[in-house]
Nanobody, 122 residues
Framework: VQLQASGGGLVQAGGSLRLSCALS????????MGWFRQAPGKEHEFVAS????????NYADSVKGRFTISRDSFRNTLYLQMNGLKPEDTAVYYC????????????????WGQGTLVTVSS
């Protein structure tokens, strides 16, 4: 499975961005999909996840109510709509997939995109 993330950039606090992640290859094994982020000097942090078949979602408390994860199964694309961005959301955002059930631990994910940088200015 290959993942290509895009959509990052510089935005002012309170602004919005939409990240996209295009999947290709043997995508049938990607039953669980997620977004993680990594700020400088910090570990990967779970942001949101979604199941490929039913679209069941899960969010980190820090983004709940502001971010929305979705998927377009026809286009094999994963999205992360980010509203009400805060400076603490600044990080490299990664999309990831795995077979089996959804997890919130980054080490459980098998396939990763290259990351896209989101910078939120105050």
């Amino acid at each position: 499975v290959q993942l290509q993330a895009s959509g990052g950039g510089l935005v002012q606090a309170g602004g919005s961005l939409r990240l996209s992640c295009a999947l290709s290859g043997s995508t049938f094994s990607s039953s669980a999909m997620g977004w993680f982020r990594q700020a400088p000097g910090k570990e990967h942090e779970f942001v949101a996840s979604i199941t490929r078949r039913l679209g069941s979602t899960n969010y980190a408390d820090s983004v709940k109510g502001r971010f929305t994860i979705s998927r377009d199964s026809f286009r094999n694309t994963l999205y992360l709509q980010m509203n009400g961005l805060k400076p603490e959301d600044t990080a490299v955002y990664y999309c990831a997939t795995k077979s089996g059930v959804v997890k919130t631990v980054w080490r459980e994910y098998e396939y990763w995109g290259q990351g896209t940088l989101v910078t939120v200015s105050s």
